[in-house]
Structure formats: C-alpha cells, structure tokens
C-alpha cells in the first residue's frame, strides 16, 4: 500500500470494505515467480506473504478454471504477456473489472480501474 506507483484511487478501492476484491491465482503464482528470482522484494515468503495480505484486506481467491485458460485463445494478440492475458480472461468470464495501470490491458474489452 505504500508503493508511490499506487494511485489515490486504487489505494481507496482496495482499502474500503465495501468493494468486493478477488485476487486471481495467476497473479500469486506471477508474485511467487518474481519473487524467487529477486524482481519482486517482499517482506516474508510468497507463502506468507500472499495468504496475510488476502486475509488483511478481505480478498477472496479467484482460481483458474479450464474455461479461463482456453478463453485466451479467442483473445486478440494484442498482450503478449501470458499472465495478463489469463487475467483477461478471468474479467471477461467473470465480469470482474481489472485494478492495473497497463494501458495495454485496456484495449481489450474488460473494465480497468486505477
């Protein structure tokens, strides 16, 4: 939360308990990734990190279905990263809005908060 890339509205929509926020698995198993070959700094291990932040902050586990992988393949080239694309599957499919700053993402037909 205190990362300064964060924006104001972001910080806001994860922080009021009122939004209901889903942490895709694509995304724990992209942390754990960068994590493990140092581009991604955390304070504990994934293993602990990744359960105690969905635990502070009321976030529920979206897990990746079949349906969610073979969705990628009716997606546009537009993404060549395999873990943004399944995340764009999993809007689409869930019609879940994505919280990113990549413009990229926003060309697809998903809602993009930030």
Known sequence: MDDPRLSPTARDLITDGRNELHL???SAWEIAIKAGR?????????EQYVPSRLQLHHMLVLSI??????H?????P???DPFDRLLIAQ????DLPLLTADPEIGRY???CLW
């Open 24 to 26: 895709s698995a694509a």
């Open 38 to 46: 140092g581009s991604l700094i955390l304070p504990e291990p994934p």
């Open 65 to 70: 279905q079949l349906r969610h992988a073979l």
């Open 72 to 76: 990628v393949y009716d997606l546009p």
């Open 78 to 80: 537009i993404h060549r």
């Open 91 to 94: 809007s689409r499919l869930e």
């Open 109 to 111: 037909d998903v809602r």
